[in-house]
């Protein structure tokens, strides 16, 4: 393979990268705005462009561990220009797998289809050993985990709440809670484009090291001028794509699975936000999907009897969950396949 045709597939690549980007701000954007849109805080124009704002800003505010846990999945040997392939069947994978449950109505991880696509392609190349272990079983870990603490501090943050209002009239609840929507929906739009804009960077490194662009050990900074136009068109693809918004999932995140309250949409979106921060700052890759999922299913049992949860909905869900890394690996597997017999 040429200089020149790397360099071609390197800037597709980057190009490609991006446009997932768009569409996993498109795909989640139901995860940012679901909760206040239900609740009817914010109309859900004004809602996207919220989530957005605070998608671009989270840039200023985490350091990009997240990215450099994605850009090491896959083993890459600089000296293989084929490995530029595998970054870029990889991404079609993810967003192929992404479309399908966009189309379907399912919330699915947009970070665990990359995953997934990522490690289906280099392994398709590759062989197993093309993966790093230690890091796939982190993130896998926190497939389980994720739910759990959203579940769990949601729950416990609406019966503290709970306890502590028993005495409130309920439109004065309202009326607080319609505000304190506007911070927690903030928070967690934050905790959002801080962890998924980052998987972005991940890839993009990951091609430009393929390509020979950029030296393994690179670390990603906002004060680093050969990574700083990384950071900002990710976070900027990321805000687009939640701008546009993804309707048909925002109805079964926010209206399907249970129904909210102010107070219950606050509990739900600062059990996510924690959620999504603390696995930022320790560098793991989550889903914001599978996060806000727990905290509203652990919001809506804590004050409902479990009849209360539509649980033929989060089924569904949950079995989207486990489809998702096999079945955006096995796409980009086959893309991978394909790209090489015609090359």
Known sequence: MGA?????????????????????GFHDAANSIATVVSTRVLKPQVAVLWAAFFNFVAMFIFKAKVADTISKIVVIKQDDPVYVYVVLT????????????????LPTSSSHALI????????????WDALRWTKLIETAKFIVLAPLIGFGVGFALMLALYWLLRRWRPAVVDRRFRRGQLLSAALYSLGH??????????????????????????????????????????????????????????????????????????????????????ATFAGIPVSTTHTITGSIIGVGSSTTKLSGIKWGVASRIVWAWLFTIPAAAAVAAGCFYLVTLFT
């Open 4 to 24: 020149t045709t790397v360099t071609v597939l390197v800037v597709v690549t980057v190009a490609v990268a991006l446009a997932f980007d768009v569409i996993n």
């Open 90 to 105: 990889g991404l079609v994978g993810a967003i192929v797998w992404d479309l399908l449950t966009w189309w379907w109505g």
């Open 116 to 127: 997934g696509g990522f490690a289906g392609a280099g392994v398709a190349h590759a062989g």
């Open 193 to 278: 484009g801080g962890n998924d804009a980052q998987k972005t960077m991940g890839v993009i490194v990951a091609v430009l090291v393929a390509g020979g662009m950029m030296k393994q050990d690179v670390h990603i900074s906002i004060l680093d001028a050969r990574t700083l136009w990384i950071i900002l068109a990710c976070h900027l693809a990321m805000g687009v794509g939640t701008a546009f918004g993804g309707w048909r999932i925002v109805k079964t995140m926010g209206m399907k699975i249970t129904r909210l309250k102010p107070v219950g949409g606050f509990c739900a979106e600062t059990a996510g936000a924690f959620t999504l921060f603390l």
